[in-house]
């Protein structure tokens, strides 16, 4: 059975440049599978990334493009219930892909350069500490320096 992406040789010589570890090779390659099964809903042929759309009006090949990542975000989002967390990740493999691809001279353009990742979310931790906390702090540094208290002054 012949692959679309995972056959092509962007596929190879990713596989080949890239520095990744073999357990994460294997985790991104799982995903580019999705992505092989996004580009095969409408491409037929052998895949050319630079060769990807016809513009009818202009009678010329276009590159792949961002309208083409949105596209298999929203495959994402519906074939497989994506959770942010994935569609996170997914954006940053294409990333890496794209930008490795694009290094090598096997791409002219570069579709995910300036693309954005809006499914980050920064967990905000709360260091703080409590009111009995710091009671207990300021006592603990008073019992070390009872006579000039420069433990107490600092933390206070």
């Not at 001279?105 to 350069?113: A, E, L, R, S, V």
């Not at 300036?114 to 499914?119: E, S």
């Not at 207990?136 to 019992?143: D, E, H, I, S, T």
Request: hydrophobic share 30%; net charge positive.
């Amino acid at each position: 059975m012949n692959r679309l992406l995972m056959d092509s040789p962007y596929y190879t010589n990713w596989k080949k440049h890239t520095h990744l570890k073999d357990s994460a090779k294997y985790v991104y390659s799982r995903q580019f599978m999705k992505f092989e099964q996004y580009l095969s809903q409408d491409y037929v042929g052998q895949l050319d990334f630079d060769k990807f759309y016809y513009d009818t009006e202009s009678e010329t090949y276009r590159p792949i493009d961002t309208e083409c990542i949105d596209g298999y975000v929203q495959f994402l989002k519906q074939k497989y219930q994506a959770s942010k967390n994935t569609l996170f990740n997914n954006i940053v493999y294409l990333k890496h892909f794209f930008t490795l691809l694009h290094g090598l001279g096997m791409i002219k353009q570069n579709p995910m350069k300036n693309y954005p990742n809006p499914y980050y979310e920064r967990r905000i931790i709360d260091r703080s500490l409590s009111v009995e906390e710091c009671r207990r702090l300021f006592q603990a540094a008073l019992k070390a320096d009872p006579f000039v208290r420069k433990y107490y002054t600092l933390f206070f």
